[in-house]
């Protein structure tokens, strides 16, 4: 069987991994047992995850002036032809397009990416530790 993976030995592999990230926080007196541990620094990388897309929607928010929703719907009047979009106005009508764009994309993104982080935010403060 050359080439072959034997499943055991990853996830062996993974909990020692997993084990030694822990294992600083019981020794130290941080944490009282692994499952807190694992809450406790899932907690703390969600919550940074959350505060990341939050800010990242309101730049969008409050440079435009505007929801995603509505700034999605100039964006299709801008690349009509019928109107321009006042934070772009020192930009072209072409570059103005591709800035909108850019932004439109990146700021639906952020918004898809804050309701994930959202939802495991609010799982992770039902879950019971023990």
Same mark, same amino acid.
């Given at each position: ?35 807190? *541990? #694992?809450?406790? &620094?899932? @907690?703390?990388?969600?919550?940074? =995850?959350?505060?990341?897309?939050? %800010? ?30 006042? *934070? #772009?106005?020192? &930009?072209? @009508?072409?570059?103005?397009?591709? =800035?909108?764009?850019?932004?439109? %994309? ?25």
């Amino acid at each position: 069987m050359r080439g072959a993976k034997v499943r055991g030995t990853v996830s062996d592999m993974s909990a020692d991994a997993v084990k030694r990230i822990i294992d600083p926080f019981l020794t130290h007196g941080i944490c009282k047992d692994e499952a807190e *541990a #694992l809450k406790m &620094l899932a @907690k703390d990388y969600v919550q940074r =995850q959350v505060s990341k897309y939050q %800010e990242r929607v309101e730049h969008f928010r409050s440079f435009y002036q505007t929801s995603a929703e509505k700034f999605a719907k100039q964006v299709a009047a801008v690349c009509q032809g019928i109107e321009t979009i006042p *934070a #772009l106005g020192h &930009l072209n @009508k072409q570059q103005q397009i591709l =800035q909108a764009e850019d932004d439109l %994309e990146e700021w639906q993104a952020a918004e898809q990416f804050l309701a994930r982080w959202q939802a495991v935010e609010a799982d992770l403060r039902n879950a019971p530790t023990a």
